[in-house]
């Protein structure tokens, strides 16, 4: 079993940048996906980013792209999603989750998933 702990949520200005992490307490064996989710109140938990350990296949939502990036540390067992020119709608509690096998975009299939931190976006 994987424990995941998030870390580096915080209150930013629209525009700014911050980096979350998630540290695994052991790395996923072989073929396994690490994503990044987020919920807003009231809405369901979303895609936003994902990144394989084995490969580094990345993958990321349509309202991401090009402004957030994800990455991997082996040697830490840890996963970065540096978030950059923040908008009021990237609001949320971030969850990361792994899984093994590729990566999907349903958090149905994640096996396990930290508890989150809160980033919220002030216009």
């Known amino acids: 079993q994987v424990q995941l702990e998030e870390a580096g949520g915080g209150l930013v200005q629209a525009g700014d940048s911050l980096e979350v992490s998630c540290v695994h307490s052991t790395r996923p064996f072989g073929i396994a996906a690490t994503g990044w989710f987020r919920q807003a109140p009231g809405k369901e938990r979303e895609f936003v980013a994902a990144i394989t350990w084995n490969l580094g296949v990345l993958k990321y939502s349509n309202s991401v792209k090009g402004r957030f990036t994800i990455s991997r540390d082996n040697a830490k067992n840890t996963v970065y999603l540096q978030m950059n020119s923040l908008k009021p709608e990237d609001t949320g509690v971030y969850y990361c989750?792994?899984?093994?096998?590729?990566?999907?975009?349903?958090?149905?299939?994640?096996?396990?998933w930290g508890r989150g931190t809160q980033v919220t976006v002030s216009s």
């Open positions: 989750a792994t899984k093994a096998g590729s990566i999907e975009f349903e958090a149905s299939r994640y096996d396990y």
